[in-house]
Nanobody, 124 residues
Framework: QVQLSESGGDSVQAGGSLRLSCAAS????????MAWFRQAPGKEREGVAF???????SYTDSVKGRFMISKDIAKNTLYLQMNSLKPEDTGMYYC??????????????????WGQGTQVTVSS
């Protein structure tokens, strides 16, 4: 059974940094497009950072230059390094895995597997 397990969420002050991790079991990340999404209260889940199986990365405009997505193939773990955090980065962060060729469009329906989420709270 495929499992994605996020960790690393915390409460930090604006300007701080966090690194989120997503460990996968029964799923080989190198075969999937992996992504981080976030969902703020009352808002839809939005794609934040994407890493295709061809090592192409993509970021939503609001996090460009501040967030970096990466993966450790040996550990089968996805990361999201978040720097210069802002209050608007607050939300539940989820990692997702997509087997489609369209994952960069950021549609949640393209992602077959999801983790349970990890909470990030940024205070001003």
């Amino acid at each position: 059974q495929v499992q994605l397990s996020e960790s690393g969420g915390d409460s930090v002050q604006a300007g701080g940094s966090l690194r989120l991790s997503c460990a996968a079991s029964e799923l080989t990340m190198s075969n999937y497009c992996m992504a981080w999404f976030r969902q703020a209260p009352g808002k839809e889940r939005e794609g934040v950072a994407f890493l295709t199986r061809y090592a192409v990365t993509s970021y939503t405009d609001s996090v460009k230059g501040r967030f970096m997505i990466s993966k450790d193939i040996a550990k089968n773990t996805l990361y999201l390094q978040m720097n210069s955090l802002k209050p608007e980065d607050t939300g539940m962060y989820y990692c997702g895995a997509s087997y489609t060729h369209y994952c960069l469009r950021g549609a949640t329906g393209d992602f077959a597997y999801w983790g349970q989420g990890t909470q990030v709270t940024v205070s001003s």
